[in-house]
C-alpha cells in the first residue's frame, strides 16, 4: 500500500497512484483532523493532491525530494 | 512496421483521396447534405482511426476538421471557398504526416506547432461562422502574434508575484544567460485522469523547470461532494527551455497549454514588508551617482552594505537584492542598461513597483540606433522575440543564397534573370518581415542593378539591409506597428517567399540549394505524388481471377485426354508425346499461377491474434485472473477466408478458456501452480494445413462432469453415460446444448459455445481436437487448410457415374469379399483387421435402385471413410483416380441439395458431382 493510515495521520510512501485517491478522500471524510506525513512520498497523482487540497489537510512532514516538496508547498502551503 | 499501422496508412491514404475528392465535387454542389453528410464520415472515421496510434498532431487536425465538418453539415457554419481550402491544406499535412511515418516509422516532433496552427485556423472558421472569413484577417497565428513577443507589460499580466523570490532571481540569470523564459500555463481537461493521464508527472518532467505551482480552478467543495477523479486544478510554471522544446514535451494537450514568454524585467517585482524601514535618499543619490559614473562595482558594494544593514523580510531588502542582482548580471555581461537600475533605483525611492515602460522604450531606441547585435542582457528585443529561431533561419538561408546568386561571375546573359529572381525572394522576405515599406528601395536598387546590369548594387543594398550575422533588425523591425499582421501572415509569407527562392534558384544555372530548410505541407496539384505501393483490389476481382485460373487447371487437364485419344483413336504416338509435352509446360505455369493468386489472398494469422492480448487483459481483469498470454507464428499464412473464419471460434475458445480454464491466483497457489496462469496460442504450417493450438495450464476438464452434465441434459443415455472413454467424454463439450459453468456469466456459460466453434471450423474443411489433462490444463488443437481454393478428391464410381469424394474424409480402399459381408440388424458390416466397420451402400443412399457391381473375383469395392470420430464403409462399384479440383458450391435450385457439397469440371469436359459425405450418412 502507498498509503499507510495510522490513526491520525496518513504516511504517503513513494509513488501515490490514482486509485489511492478515493480510499484517501474516504479516510479523510472520517478523520477530518488527521495530518498527513509526506517524507517518503516521491511522486502522487493529482487525484489525490486534489483531496489533501480540498481536505486542507495539515501537512505533518514535507517530502523529502526538493523538486516534489516544491510543487507541493504551492499547492498546500495557505 | 507492424501490419495495423501499415492497414492504416494505406487507408488513410484513401481516405484523404476521398476528402479531397468530396471537396471537389462540393465546389459545384456546395447545398448537397448527402455529399456533406459523406464527407464527414470520412473525416470522422480517419480521426478514429489515427487515434489509435500515437500520432496526437494527427488527430487534433483531424479533430478540428471533424467538428468543422460537423458544424457544416448541421448548417451551422456555411461551406465556403476558405473553408475547404483549409481542410484541403489540413488534409495535406496529415498527408506529409503520414509519408513521415511511412518512410521513417515514426513522426518527427515537429509538428506541434503546425498541428495547433491548422487546428486553430479550422476552428476560427467555426467561431467566425457569423461574419464572413476575411482572407486579409489571416487565420491561426493572430493568437500567437502577441505571445511571440516577451513584452513586459503582457509579463506583467502573468501571475509572477506568486513565485518565490528565490526562483525569479534563478529565472532573470538565466535570462540574462541568454535562456529564452516561458510561462506555461496548463489546464488540464476535467476528464483526463480517466484517460489515464498523470498532469503532474507531466509538468514535473518539464525541461528547465525553475518554478511550478498549482492552483485550484475553483474553491474547494465540502469534502462529502468532491469528486476526487474530475481534474480541477490548474499548473502553472516558469521555465527556460525553448518553445520547440516545451510543445514536445506537451504534444498530447498542446490545446491546453498556453504558453507566453516572459520578459526578464517582469520577474524584478519587489516584496515583503513595505512598513518601516527608512527610505534611504543617500543611498539612492550615491548609488545614481555611481551608475552615472559606470562604476558598476562601487555600485555592488553598496548596494551590498545596504543589505546587511536591512531586514531581510522588509520590500526595501527585496528591492536591494534585484537591485544588487540586476547590477551584478550587468556587470557580467559589461554591458549597462543603466534605465532598469535607474527604474529600480526610483522604485526604491517611491515604495512602488518599478515602472518599467519607459526602460521599455528606452531599450527599444537604444538599439535600433545602434548597428551591433543586441546585448545579451536585454534579450527583450532579441531576434527570438519576433521571429522564431526556426524562421530566420530560413530568412539567413535565404538571403545568403541571394548573395550567392548576385556573386556569380557576370560572364553570360544570366544576370538580368538573376537580379529579377533575387529581389522576388527578397521582396517576399521583407513582406513576411512585415516590413513593406521597405520594398520600394528594393525595386528601385533593382531598376540601377538592370541598367548596370552588374549585381553588385543589390549586393551592396543586401549588405546594408541585412548585414552578416545582424539580423537582429529584422526582430525590431517587427516590433513596429504592423507587427501582428506581418505576424499573422508570416506562415504564408514566408513560404511563399521560400517558394520565390526556390525558383529563384532554378532561374539562375548554378545557384546553391539555398531555401531548403523547411518544406512546407502545402502540396500542389503538379507535385509527384509517390504511389502508394500496395493495391486495394475489390475481393470479387480476386474471386474472379480465382475461377479463371480454375477453369484454366480444367482446361489443362484436358490436354492429357487429347494425347490419349490421339495415340488410341487415331494411332499418332509422336503427336501425342508431343501434347504430353506441351502439358507439362502449361501444367508447371499454371500451378506458378494459381499459386500466385493464392498468394494474394493468403494473410497472415496475427489478422486475427492481434485483438487478443486486449481481449485477454480485459477479461482476466474482470475475472480477477492473472494470465499470460503467449502468442507464436503470428506470421504464418492461410487464405483470407479460412483466416476470417477463425476469428469468433478462437473468441469464444480464449474465453471459455479464460473463464472456465484458468482458475483464480489463489486455487492456482492452493493446486502449487503459478499464481499466473499461461495461456498460450501457437499458430504453424503442416504441410497443406494451418494447426492452431490454443493451450491453457489452467483445471482442464473434468470427465465425469461432463458426463454427468451430458446425461442429465439427455445428450447421451444411461449405457453410453457407463462406457465412454474419458477422452470421448471431454469431446461432449463439442455437443450442442452443454454447458459446464454453474452460473450463467456474460463471458460463457450459456452452451452455445463449443458446437458452434465447432461447426465454424467444419464449415471451412478444417477439424478441431481437444485433449485435457485434469489439473494440468486443457490444448485445442484447430486443422484448417491453407486454403479453400483447391479440394483434393477421390473419384469413384456407382452405377456408372462418377462421384467425388474429400479426400480428407477417406482413410483407406478396399475390396471385401462378398462372402464376408454380414447383415446385422437390417445393416451391413465387415469385419475389417478385427474391427467391426459397419457399411453402406452408396446406391441405396443416393436412391439408385442398381445393386453394387462385384469385380471379378467377387469383391466389393468399400470405401472406408472417417465421420468424426468413426469409421464406415461405403460400398461403391470401382475407385478412380484422386484430383485436384476446383469446388463449385451448388447454386440456384441445386443449393438445396445437401448431399453434394458441389461440383467441379473435369479435364474433359464431363462434370463432377461431390458428395458432402457428413450429409449423406
Partial sequence: MPIEFQSDQAVLLDIVTVEEAETLLEWLQENPAAKVNLADCTHLHPANLQVLMAAKSGIDAWPKEAGLRAWLESALSD | ??????????????????????????????????????????????????????????????????????????????????????????????????????????????????????????????????????????????TAADVETPDVQTSARL???????????????????????????????????????????????????????????ESWPPLADLDAYACVLDFGLLTAASRPELEEQYRYVIDQVT???????????????????????????????????????????SVATM??????????????????????????????????????????????????????????????????????????????????????????????????????????????????????ALSGCLRACGDQTAVPSLEAVMAEALAANSGAALLAWLDERFPAGALEFTASDAQSPTQSAAESSLDHQSASAQASATSASAASTAAPPAAEGEVKFGRRAEDAIAGPKSL???????????????????????????????????????????????????????EEMQDAIMQVRMMPVSFVFQRFPRLVRDISRKLGKDVHLVMEGEDTEADKNIIESLGDPLVHIVRNSLDHGLESPEARADAGKPATGTLSLRAMQESDRVVIEIKDDGQGIDPEVIKRKAYAKGLIDEATLERISNQDAVNLIFAAGLSTAETVSDLSGRGVGMDVVRSAVENVNGSIALTSVLGQGTQLRMSLP?????????????????FGVPMDSVVETVRVPRSSIRTIKRSLATVLRGHVVPLKSLNTLLGIEAPHQPNADDELAVLVVRLGDETLGLLVDDFRETVDIILKPMTGVLASLSAYSGSALMGDGSVLMVLNVKEIL
Avoid at chain 2, 540574462?176 to 476528464?191: K, M, V
Avoid at chain 2, 526604491?348 to 551591433?372: C, I, Q
Avoid at chain 2, 485426354?561 to 508431343?578: I, M, P, Q, T
Fill in chain 2, 259 to 301: 504558453l507566453t514568454p516572459v520578459a526578464p524585467l517582469a520577474l524584478i517585482v519587489p516584496q515583503g514588508d513595505t512598513n518601516g524601514g527608512p527610505v534611504y535618499d543617500d543611498f539612492i543619490s550615491d548609488a545614481q551617482e555611481l551608475l552615472h559614473a559606470g562604476d558598476l562595482a562601487g555600485l555592488s558594494r
Fill in chain 2, 786 to 802: 491453407l486454403s479453400m481454393a483447391v479440394t483434393n478428391v477421390m473419384i469413384v464410381v456407382s452405377n456408372d457415374q462418377p
Fill in chain 2, 307 to 424: 543589505l546587511e544593514l536591512s531586514n531581510p523580510e522588509l520590500w526595501v531588502a527585496s528591492a536591494l537584492r534585484w537591485l544588487q542582482l540586476v547590477v551584478e548580471s550587468e556587470a557580467a555581461t559589461a554591458a549597462a542598461t543603466p534605465a532598469i537600475v535607474d527604474a529600480l533605483l526610483e522604485s526604491l525611492h517611491s515604495m512602488e513597483v518599478p515602472n518599467w515602460e519607459g526602460v521599455d522604450a528606452t531599450l527599444l531606441a537604444g538599439e535600433s540606433s545602434e548597428s551591433a547585435p543586441a546585448p545579451a542582457s536585454a534579450p527583450v528585443a532579441t531576434l527570438s522575440a519576433a521571429l522564431s529561431a526556426e524562421e530566420c533561419q530560413a530568412l539567413e538561408a535565404i538571403v545568403t543564397a541571394q548573395r550567392a546568386v548576385l556573386s556569380q561571375p557576370e560572364d553570360s546573359g544570366l544576370l538580368p534573370g538573376r537580379i529579377q529572381s533575387a529581389v522576388a
Fill in chain 2, 536 to 590: 486495394k483490389v475489390d475481393q470479387t476481382k480476386i474471386d474472379r481471377l480465382m475461377g479463371l485460373i480454375g477453369e484454366m487447371v480444367v482446361a489443362k487437364n484436358g490436354l492429357p485426354y487429347l494425347a490419349s485419344r490421339a495415340e488410341e483413336k487415331f494411332g499418332v504416338r509422336e503427336l501425342s508425346r508431343d501434347i504430353k509435352g506441351h502439358y507439362a509446360v502449361i501444367n508447371r505455369i499454371a
Fill in chain 2, 1 to 142: 512496421m507492424n501490419p495495423l499501422l501499415e492497414q492504416f496508412l494505406s487507408e488513410a491514404r484513401d481516405f484523404l483521396q476521398g476528402i479531397s475528392t468530396k471537396l471537389m465535387e462540393l465546389e459545384d454542389a456546395p447545398d448537397d447534405a448527402a455529399l456533406m453528410g459523406e464527407l464527414f464520415r470520412l473525416v470522422h472515421t480517419l480521426k478514429g482511426n489515427s487515434g489509435l496510434f500515437d500520432f496526437p498532431e494527427m488527430t487534433r487536425v483531424l479533430h478540428a476538421g471533424e467538428d468543422l465538418m460537423d458544424a457544416v453539415r448541421n448548417g451551422r457554419v456555411e461551406y465556403s471557398q476558405i473553408l475547404a481550402d483549409r481542410l484541403l491544406n489540413a488534409m495535406d499535412f496529415v498527408g506529409m504526416l503520414c509519408d513521415e511515418i511511412e518512410s521513417e516509422g515514426a513522426m518527427g516532433s515537429t509538428h506541434g506547432t503546425d498541428a495547433a496552427r491548422l487546428g486553430e485556423s479550422l476552428r476560427e472558421l467555426m467561431q467566425s461562422a457569423d461574419k464572413a472569413p476575411d482572407e486579409s484577417s489571416a487565420p491561426a497565428a493572430g
Fill in chain 2, 159 to 217: 501571475p509572477l508575484a506568486n513565485i518565490a523570490e528565490a526562483a525569479r532571481m534563478e529565472a532573470y540569470r538565466r535570462a540574462s544567460a541568454g535562456d529564452p523564459l516561458h510561462w506555461l500555463a496548463y489546464a488540464p481537461d476535467e476528464q483526463c485522469f480517466y484517460q489515464g493521464d498523470d498532469p503532474f508527472f507531466l509538468v514535473r518532467q518539464t525541461p528547465e523547470l525553475l518554478w511550478g505551482g498549482i492552483e485550484a480552478r
